[in-house]
């Protein structure tokens, strides 16, 4: 038994240690950049289509390539190394469709990214999808029906990200198999922490 009057050494080394990580402004700038680039020249090229080139197709396809990619860059990488959240889906024996939604446990030698990387992850991954939705509104009312596919394309590739990874990290804090948990929109209400816990 010690003496009340020992010393006891505390080890605050590590914590502080593993702060200074999670602190480090960007670890994967590459990632983080592609995270954000083809979702934004996306958004330059709808705003800037009509007076560059007054071809509706060549815009079309080029603005669903560049969101395409961003649609396989944040579920394949990013979502990976900025967050440690990934989800996707496999058809088992049986022929039925089964979705998986994982969420990466925060350890010391986690190679997820920092603070600042998971908020450029989220804030892409949300303000995006508002920004498609608001140029929905304004096809819609300004009579552009042709414009109108491009935005509904886009909103359905921004959204099924964004849906797949909050699904990742409600069903990653539960502590329940991410995979077998529900998700509603009254889980968010009750966890509005999933969203802005994170912001």
Known sequence: MADATEDVELD?????????????????P???????FFRVVAIVVYLLCEW????????????????????WSVKNVTGRLLVGLRWWNHIDEDGKSLWV?????????????????????WLGLIICPIIWTFFFFTSLFSLKLKWLSVVVASISLQAANLYGYLRC??????????GNCSFTGQQLTQRPDIIFGIL
């Not at 590459?30 to 954000?36: I, Q, Y």
């Not at 007054?54 to 961003?70: E, G, H, P, R």
């Not at 990290?169 to 991410?178: F, L, R, S, T, V």
Request: charged share 30%; aromatic share 12%.
């Open 52 to 71: 560059i080139s007054k071809n509706f197709a060549s815009c079309f396809v080029l603005i669903i390539a560049l969101l395409s990619f961003d649609f």
């Open 30 to 36: 590459m990632a983080s950049f592609f995270h954000l």
């Open 169 to 178: 990290k409600a069903g990653g804090q539960d502590g329940q198999p991410p």
């Open 101 to 121: 939604f994982e969420a990466k446990k925060k350890s010391r030698d986690s190679n997820t990214g920092t603070e600042t990387e998971e908020r450029i992850f």
């Open 12 to 28: 605050f080394a590590a914590d502080e240690q593993e702060r200074a990580r999670r602190s480090a402004v960007i670890r994967h």
